[in-house]
C-alpha cells in the first residue's frame, strides 16, 4: 500500500481526510498530531481513539511543547511581537513548529505521500505546503478539502455512508488552544462590527479585586513567577493560569491574510500578553535607545515573516542571533498588577537598571556635565537642521 502521513486534529475535515484516503484511495494512513500546549492527556486519549475508528494504520502525538518555546516563542518574546500592535501570533507559530514536527515524522516513516486537512481559503494552507515542499520535495501533498470543496454536511454524509457515526455538531466557536494563546472564531469574526460576547471565551473571569505577581526574567526568559522557578514554556503556563482567571488577553485581531484579504479572529492569551508587556518595560529600563531602535525594527520583519509561513529562510536564524544577543542585560523582576479583565505594569527592579545612573535624574539635577558644555552639545546637535534651514529659506 502507498504509505501516507496524514496531519490529524481530530475535528471534523481530517476525520474526513482519514477515512476517504484509507477507503477511497487506499492509502497507509498514519496520522500524527502535534502537542504544542492545547491538548490534555484525555483529550490525546480520545482523539486517539477517534483515529482508530477512522481506519488509520497508526496514531502518534508529538509533544513538542518545549521544541515550540525554544524555536519559536522565545523569539517573539525578545522581540515582543504583537501583530499589528495587538495580536501575539498565537495561531501562526503553532503551525510552524507543527508543519516541521510532522514532515519530520514523515520523513522517519519513508512515507511518500503527506496529507493535511485546510481548506483553499486561509493561511494554514500555505503554511503547511512552503514548510513540507521545502524539507521534503520528494514527498507528494494530498488535500482533500481543499480540491474537492466539500461542505460540511457533504462530509458528514460521506462519514455516515462509511459508518462512522459520531456527533459532528457545528460548536457555535471554534477554538484553538495552545502554549502562547487561544484563537476564538464565530459568526461575530466574519463581520466587521460586531464583538464576540464573553460566553465565546475559553477562560471566564473567575476572581475579583487585584492581585500583584512578581515575574522574573533571565536574559529575556522567564524564568520565575513569584519566586517559583520552572522552565521557561512551565512559567508561561502558569502565568496563563494566573491570568486566565482574571478573563485577562482578550482581544480580536484584524489583519492581512496570506492569501491577500482581510481577516478577523478573536483571541485569548493572557501568558502571552502580560509576558510581552512585562518584558519590553524591563527592556526599556536596561536597553540603550538604539537597541530598542534597531530591536523593533526587526522584530517586526521577524514577526511578519513568521506569520507567512517564511520560518525557514535563513534570514530568520540571522534575526535570531540578534535578539539572542540584545538580551544580555535583560534581566530582573517585573511586578505586574491583575485585575479583572486588564492588568498593570508596576514597576521594575534589576541590576542592569539604566536609571540607576551616577550622572543624575531626568528633569531634576545632574553631576555628569556643566551647563556651558549643555550649551555647547546642543548647539552642536542642532547644527544640521540649523544649516538646512538657512540654506532652503533662500529660495
Known amino acids: ?167 459532528w455538531t457545528k460548536a457555535k466557536y471554534s477554538i484553538n488552544k495552545g502554549l502562547w494563546g487561544t484563537s476564538v472564531g464565530g459568526e461575530e469574526t466574519l463581520t466587521s462590527k460586531h464583538p464576540l460576547p464573553d460566553s465565546a471565551y475559553p477562560s471566564q473571569l473567575q476572581k475579583e479585586g487585584s492581585e500583584q505577581v512578581k515575574l522574573t526574567f533571565e536574559k529575556g526568559e522567564l524564568v520565575m513567577v513569584n519566586e517559583l522557578k520552572q522552565i521557561p514554556e512551565r512559567s508561561i503556563a502558569t502565568l496563563n493560569d494566573l491570568a486566565a482567571a482574571y478573563a485577562i488577553g482578550r482581544d480580536i485581531h484584524v489583519g492581512d491574510t496570506i492569501v491577500g484579504i482581510k481577516g478577523r479572529v478573536g483571541f485569548e492569551a493572557p501568558g502571552a500578553l502580560v509576558c510581552i508587556k512585562a518584558h519590553h518595560l524591563l527592556e526599556k529600563h536596561t536597553l540603550t535607545k538604539w537597541q530598542l531602535q534597531h530591536k523593533e525594527h526587526l522584530a517586526s520583519y521577524y514577526g511578519m515573516h513568521l506569520h507567512e509561513g517564511q520560518y525557514l529562510d535563513p534570514v530568520m536564524r540571522n534575526i535570531e542571533v540578534f535578539l539572542q544577543s540584545s538580551q544580555e542585560m535583560v534581566s530582573g523582576d517585573v511586578f505586574v498588577r491583575l485585575k479583572p479583565y486588564h492588568f498593570s505594569l508596576e514597576g521594575i527592579e534589576s541590576g542592569h537598571d539604566l536609571m540607576n545612573a551616577d550622572f543624575g535624574s531626568y528633569g531634576e539635577m545632574n553631576s555628569g556635565w556643566t551647563a556651558d558644555e549643555a550649551k555647547g552639545f546642543i548647539k552642536i546637535l542642532a547644527n544640521q537642521n540649523k544649516i538646512y534651514q538657512q540654506v532652503n529659506s533662500k529660495t
Open 1 to 167: 500500500m502507498k504509505k501516507l502521513v496524514l496531519a490529524y486534529s481530530g475535528g471534523l475535515d481530517t476525520s474526513y481526510c482519514a477515512v476517504h484516503l484509507t477507503k477511497d484511495k487506499e492509502y497507509e494512513v498514519h496520522a500524527v498530531s502535534v502537542n504544542t500546549g492545547g491538548f490534555t492527556s484525555e483529550e490525546i486519549d480520545q482523539i486517539q481513539a477517534n483515529a482508530y475508528k477512522m481506519g488509520v494504520a497508526s496514531y502518534v502525538n508529538i509533544d513538542a511543547v518545549s521544541e515550540y518555546y525554544q524555536k519559536v516563542i522565545k523569539y517573539l518574546i525578545f522581540g515582543n511581537i504583537l501583530k499589528n500592535n495587538t495580536y501575539p501570533l498565537s495561531v501562526s507559530a503553532e503551525r510552524i513548529i507543527q508543519a516541521i514536527k510532522i514532515i519530520e515524522y514523515a520523513k522517519k516513516k519513508k512515507a511518500s505521500y503527506i496529507a493535511h486537512g485546510s481548506t483553499g481559503a486561509g493561511n494554514d494552507q500555505v503554511r503547511f505546503d512552503m514548510i513540507f515542499q521545502i524539507l521534503a520535495p520528494e514527498i507528494k501533498i494530498i488535500t482533500p478539502i481543499r480540491d474537492q470543496k466539500l461542505s460540511r454536511q457533504e462530509e458528514i454524509a460521506y462519514l455516515e455512508s462509511h459508518g462512522v457515526e459520531m456527533p
